[in-house]
C-alpha cells in the first residue's frame, strides 16, 4: 500500500503552484528610433571610411570643375551667385542621390537586406542612418567648393554659415529619392542609371542661370528639391538678403525631405519581407 503526501492531493500545495499558469518571460524593451539610427550611422560611417578620399575628390573636383567651365560663359553677378550656389549643392547631390540610389540597390540585389531584416531596429533608422553617413561626406566638398567659387567670382564669403542648414535640408531631401530609388528598382542597373540621371538632373537645373532656361525646363527645375536649396544659398549673396524667401526656400527642402525619408522607409519595408 502506496501513501501520497498530501501536498500532492486536490487542494494541496503542489497541486495549486501547477494550476497557476506561469507568467510570460519579459521580453527586452524595443530599440527606439534614435539609439538605433546613431549606431546604423556608426556602422556605415566606418564602413564607407575606406572611399572616403576618393568620394571627396571626385565629387569636389567635378564641381570646381564646372565653376571653371562656366567663368568665361557668366555675365552677371546673379548669374555667378547661381553657378556657385548650384556648384556646390551638386557636391551633396552627387553623393546623396547617386551613390545612396547605387548603394541600396546592391544591398537589395546582394541580400543585404535580410541583415538588416533580422535587427531589432526600426526601417526608419537605416535609412536614415545610410543617409547621414553618407551625407557627412559632403560637407568638407561642399565647403571647399562654395570658397572657391566664392573667390573665382569675386562673391562675398560673410553668408557661408547658411550651408549649415542647406547641406542637411537639401541633403535629406535628395537622400530619400536615393534611396527609394535604390530600394524601388528590381535591379540594381536600374538602381544605378535612376541615380546618374538624378544627378545629371541636379546639375544641369542647379548650375545653370534659370534666366537663360526655358520655360519648360524652369518648370522642371521647380519639380527638384535640391534648387530651393541652391536658391536659399544664392539669395544669401545680396546686399540685404530677403531672409523670408530664404526660410520659405529651406522649408521646401525640409518638407520634401520628410516626405522622401517617408517614401524611402517604406520602400525599404516592403523591399525587407520580399
Given at each position: 500500500?502506496?501513501?501520497?503526501?498530501?501536498?500532492?492531493?486536490?487542494?494541496?500545495?503542489?497541486?495549486?503552484?501547477?494550476?497557476?499558469?506561469?507568467?510570460?518571460?519579459?521580453?527586452?524593451?524595443?530599440?527606439?528610433?534614435?539609439?538605433?539610427?546613431?549606431?546604423?550611422?556608426?556602422?556605415?560611417?566606418?564602413?564607407?571610411?575606406?572611399?572616403r578620399i576618393p568620394l571627396l575628390f571626385v565629387a569636389t573636383?567635378?564641381?570646381?570643375?564646372?565653376?571653371?567651365?562656366?567663368?568665361?560663359?557668366?555675365?552677371?553677378?546673379?548669374?555667378?551667385?547661381?553657378?556657385?550656389?548650384?556648384?556646390?549643392?551638386?557636391?551633396?547631390?552627387?553623393?546623396?542621390?547617386?551613390?545612396?540610389?547605387?548603394?541600396?540597390?546592391?544591398?537589395?540585389?546582394?541580400?543585404?537586406?535580410?541583415?538588416?531584416?533580422?535587427?531589432?531596429?526600426?526601417?526608419?533608422?537605416?535609412?536614415?542612418?545610410?543617409?547621414?553617413?553618407?551625407?557627412?561626406?559632403?560637407?568638407?566638398?561642399?565647403l571647399v567648393t562654395a570658397v572657391f567659387g566664392c573667390v573665382?567670382?569675386?562673391?562675398?564669403?560673410g553668408n557661408l554659415w547658411i550651408l549649415a542648414a542647406v547641406?542637411?535640408?537639401?541633403?535629406?531631401?535628395?537622400?530619400?529619392?536615393?534611396?527609394?530609388?535604390?530600394?524601388?528598382?528590381?535591379?540594381?542597373?536600374?538602381?544605378?542609371?535612376?541615380?546618374?540621371?538624378?544627378?545629371?538632373?541636379?546639375?544641369?537645373?542647379?548650375?545653370?542661370?534659370?534666366?537663360?532656361?526655358?520655360?519648360?525646363?524652369?518648370?522642371?527645375?521647380?519639380?527638384?528639391?535640391?534648387?530651393?536649396?541652391?536658391?536659399?544659398?544664392?539669395?544669401?549673396?545680396?546686399?540685404?538678403?530677403?531672409?523670408?524667401?530664404?526660410?520659405?526656400?529651406?522649408?521646401?527642402?525640409?518638407?520634401?525631405?520628410?516626405?522622401?525619408?517617408?517614401?524611402?522607409?517604406?520602400?525599404?519595408?516592403?523591399?525587407?519581407?520580399?
Amino acid at each position: 500500500m502506496s501513501v501520497v503526501p498530501a501536498e500532492v492531493l486536490p487542494g494541496g500545495d503542489l497541486a495549486v503552484a501547477e494550476t497557476v499558469p506561469r507568467a510570460a518571460a519579459e521580453l527586452g524593451p524595443r530599440a527606439r528610433l534614435w539609439p538605433s539610427l546613431v549606431a546604423v550611422y556608426r556602422a556605415q560611417l566606418s564602413r564607407a571610411r575606406v572611399a572616403r578620399i576618393p568620394l571627396l575628390f571626385v565629387a569636389t573636383f567635378q564641381s570646381v570643375g564646372i565653376m571653371v567651365m562656366m567663368r568665361g560663359v557668366v555675365d552677371t553677378r546673379a548669374e555667378a551667385q547661381s553657378v556657385v550656389a548650384g556648384s556646390s549643392v551638386v557636391v551633396v547631390a552627387y553623393v546623396a542621390l547617386n551613390l545612396l540610389a547605387q548603394y541600396f540597390g546592391q544591398l537589395r540585389a546582394s541580400g543585404g537586406l535580410d541583415h538588416y531584416a533580422t535587427l531589432p531596429v526600426p526601417p526608419a533608422s537605416v535609412v536614415l542612418g545610410a543617409a547621414a553617413a553618407y551625407a557627412s561626406f559632403t560637407v568638407p566638398g561642399t565647403l571647399v567648393t562654395a570658397v572657391f567659387g566664392c573667390v573665382l567670382f569675386g562673391l562675398p564669403l560673410g553668408n557661408l554659415w547658411i550651408l549649415a542648414a542647406v547641406i542637411p535640408l537639401a541633403g535629406a531631401a535628395l537622400s530619400g529619392l536615393g534611396a527609394a530609388c535604390g530600394l524601388l528598382a528590381p535591379r540594381p542597373e536600374l538602381a544605378t542609371l535612376l541615380g546618374q540621371l538624378g544627378m545629371s538632373a541636379a546639375l544641369l537645373l542647379g548650375v545653370l542661370p534659370p534666366d537663360r532656361m526655358p520655360g519648360i525646363i524652369q518648370f522642371a527645375r521647380d519639380l527638384l528639391p535640391s534648387t530651393y536649396g541652391v536658391e536659399a544659398y544664392a539669395r544669401t549673396f545680396g546686399a540685404q538678403p530677403d531672409w523670408a524667401v530664404v526660410l520659405a526656400d529651406l522649408g521646401v527642402c525640409a518638407g520634401v525631405g520628410v516626405v522622401s525619408l517617408a517614401v524611402a522607409a517604406w520602400a525599404y519595408r516592403r523591399a525587407a519581407v520580399r
